[in-house]
């Protein structure tokens, strides 16, 4: 991405020095793909301050790009504080979409805000290698009635994903990309 927002390098030092590790021994990510680069990005937002940082930062690229929303989530856990803290500075509402269907009460699949038809919903998630997650997020809220505007990744760790929402006509900004770490990109599966 060639331009960012003013509040993107304050983000990325988080990102960079709290949320990356480069490890000896090899890790499996979601993917099932192994990698010695170890991106821990509830870790780089585990403060309201750090939290809000980032989100601010992700509000803003949404804003740059275009993007346009009334509420912003992804699948749990991943997606939550990213979720929370975007709304807060964006003044937007939030939304967590279960893995697994709640077994009392409303038996959602989708909790925080109500997924209306045609609301426009911002996806994001903290660490996207393939997009694997966020796609059942996707599938969720346009089952809802939702309308995809946008995803927004914290970091990307390849261009999977990108390619992913692209054949869904989505657009898709990550805050931060493997380039920009310096780590190998993951491969698509």
Known sequence: MSERPESWQAAFDLIRTRGYERREEPFTLASGQLSHDYIDGKFAIDTGERLTVVSRACADLATMTGIEYDAVGGLTMGAD???HGI???????WFSVRKE???RGREQ???????EPGMRVLLV??????GGSTEIAFDRVVAAGAVVTGVIPMVDRGDVAAGRFARR?????????Y???GIEPVRDV
Do not use: C, H, Y
């Not at 699949?109 to 997924?115: P, Q």
């Not at 998630?125 to 393939?130: E, K, P, Q």
């Open 169 to 177: 006509n989505v657009p898709f900004a990550a805050l931060v990309t």
């Open 179 to 181: 380039r920009d770490l």
């Open 109 to 115: 699949w989708i909790e925080g805000t109500r997924i």
């Open 81 to 83: 504080p990213l979720a």
């Open 87 to 93: 709304a807060m500075v964006a003044g937007k509402a």
């Open 101 to 103: 269907q709640k077994q």
């Open 125 to 130: 998630d903290d660490v996207i290698s393939t």
